[in-house]
């Protein structure tokens, strides 16, 4: 089929998500059982997915109603999870996971997800999409449970690269904020700095420097800078955006993924340990799957990659149907509010102030 062929069915102002189908764990059953739920919940998303057209069509032929919805575009090539970032934009060209991103590129999808190998996507977008002007090192964002009205904080990065200079953690603050806006609703998110105290004299030199620097660009990027934030306060709700680099921002999420493991083996053993203790699990029912909905990780799924000329979302690997839903459900937010064209405005209107700012400085 043409390009105008596939795109007959989506009718003039849907927003059209592309779809790696090959590289998540749980197989392309999770990838169309994702898109089904979502399909059920808009009506106003459509769909090109990409990977193997055989077993994604036998799919399909068992949901009539997604028929109108999707475009599936075949590949027979996959970027395993085990495959080096360098290995995979070398031999990557023609899988599903590079056409995923390529029909973000080429305009006929407004963002890309995929469950699969983190290092490689973000390697193989900056490739395909490219980095947005001024921006050295591209982040990636999650959301983190909170006590915030909302429900979460916003935190990045999250292990797009595990370095970050003061100007980095300046743009990641710039562009964690627009995500903030345009995700959470928030119309002047708080910005906190992740350091090993609040007291202003601890740190890192860089993350001195860029308190400085995201302080003074308050007024300009629209946020509110809180000062430093630790640990005990990734899940507060006196601060929106935790801005960090992302060796840390990785260690913590991860960390943060064992405990809640953890957390539900212990609470499955105490209401197990006995007669008594099942008898209690009965009553106390109504509460436990609500906090299981609350922590539920699934429920808040997909890493957003800032920094480039289109927007990525990045599935966690294993994500099943609700999880791959849950990342559909943001790509949908952020292309239905033009979260990309903001963030590459906000972006290029901060590195003009800090431009004008440098250029008194030397007058004076």
Request: net charge neutral; with cysteine.
């Amino acid at each position: 089929m043409t390009l105008n062929e596939d795109r007959t069915n989506f009718p003039q102002g849907a927003v059209v998500v592309s779809i790696d189908a090959m590289g998540g764990d749980s197989g392309v059953e999770a990838i169309v059982g994702g898109i089904e739920l979502s399909a059920k919940i808009n009506p106003d998303i459509r769909f090109i997915i990409h990977g193997d057209s055989v077993e994604i069509n036998a799919l399909l032929q068992k949901k009539p109603a997604l028929t109108d919805l999707v475009v599936v575009r075949h590949s027979d090539k996959v970027v395993e999870m085990d495959t080096k970032p360098s290995q995979a934009v070398r031999s990557g060209k023609g899988s599903s996971m590079w056409n995923t991103l390529q029909s973000v590129k080429d305009g006929e999808a407004t963002v890309a997800v995929s469950c699969g190998n983190t290092g490689a996507l973000m390697m193989m977008s900056v490739l395909r999409l490219r980095k947005l002007p001024g921006v050295q090192r591209p982040a990636i964002a999650v959301l983190w449970p909170s006590r915030n009205p909302s429900g979460h904080n916003v935190m990045l990065d999250m292990g797009a690269d595990i370095k970050a200079d003061a100007e980095d953690l300046l743009q990641y603050a710039i562009m964690g904020a627009s995500y903030a806006r345009n995700g959470l609703g928030l119309k002047r998110p708080r910005v906190g700095l992740l350091n090993i105290g609040t007291e202003n004299n601890k740190g890192r030199p860089e993350i001195q420097e860029a308190a400085e620097l995201i302080e003074a660009s308050q007024e300009a990027s629209a946020l509110e800078y809180i000062g430093f934030v630790e640990g005990s306060d990734l899940p507060s709700d006196r601060v929106d955006i935790i801005v960090t680099d992302g060796f840390t921002g990785n260690v913590a999420l991860k960390a943060s993924e064992g405990t809640a493991k953890l957390v539900g083996q212990f609470l499955r053993d105490a209401f197990t340990h006995s007669a008594m203790a099942k008898f209690a699990a009965v009553f106390a029912s109504g509460p436990l799957k609500r906090l299981k909905n609350r922590i539920d990780p699934r429920r808040v799924n997909g890493g957003v990659f800032l920094g480039l000329n289109g927007t990525v979302i990045k599935s966690h690997g294993s994500a099943d149907a609700i999880g791959v839903s849950a990342a559909i459900k943001l790509a949908f937010t952020l292309a239905q509010n033009g979260f990309s064209e903001k963030l590459a405005a906000r972006v290029a209107s901060a590195a003009a102030a800090s431009k004008n700012t440098t250029s008194k400085t030397g007058e004076a």
